[in-house]
């Protein structure tokens, strides 16, 4: 069973600094973008940060310069370095990948984490 699990979270206080990972793990013979996305309370889920396969980044304005995504290729896994970390960070964040499950297709698929909250306090 293919899955993505998220692990690094917790409590903060603000200017802290926490590091999230997220390992792909099942069947899979490839791997397209990696990301990670938040959603605070009554919010909508939002981009946090993406890298492609060669390492191409893209960051949300709110986290340039603070955040800093990064993957390991023979671990299947993605990482976010989160520093100078401020209250309205406060949100579970979410991994994302597309992930080719399948040796005989070129298809990849989109998949989720389950989430790991971070609570950054004031």
């Known amino acids: 069973q293919v899955q993505l699990v998220e692990s690094g979270g917790g409590l903060v206080q603000a200017g802290g600094s926490l590091r999230l990972s997220c390992v792909a793990s099942g069947t899979i013979f490839s791997i397209n973008a990696m990301g990670w996305y938040r959603q605070a309370p009554g919010k909508q889920r939002e981009l946090v940060a993406t890298i492609t396969s060669i390492g191409s980044t893209n960051y949300a304005d709110s986290v340039k310069g603070r955040f800093t995504i990064s993957r390991d290729n023979t671990k299947n896994t993605v990482y976010l370095q989160m520093n100078s970390l401020k209250p309205e960070d406060t949100a579970v964040y979410y991994c994302?990948?597309?992930?080719?499950?399948?040796?005989?297709?070129?298809?990849?698929?989109?998949?989720w984490g389950q989430g790991t909250q971070v609570t950054v306090s004031s």
């Open positions: 994302n990948a597309d992930l080719r499950t399948r040796f005989i297709s070129s298809i990849y698929e989109n998949y």
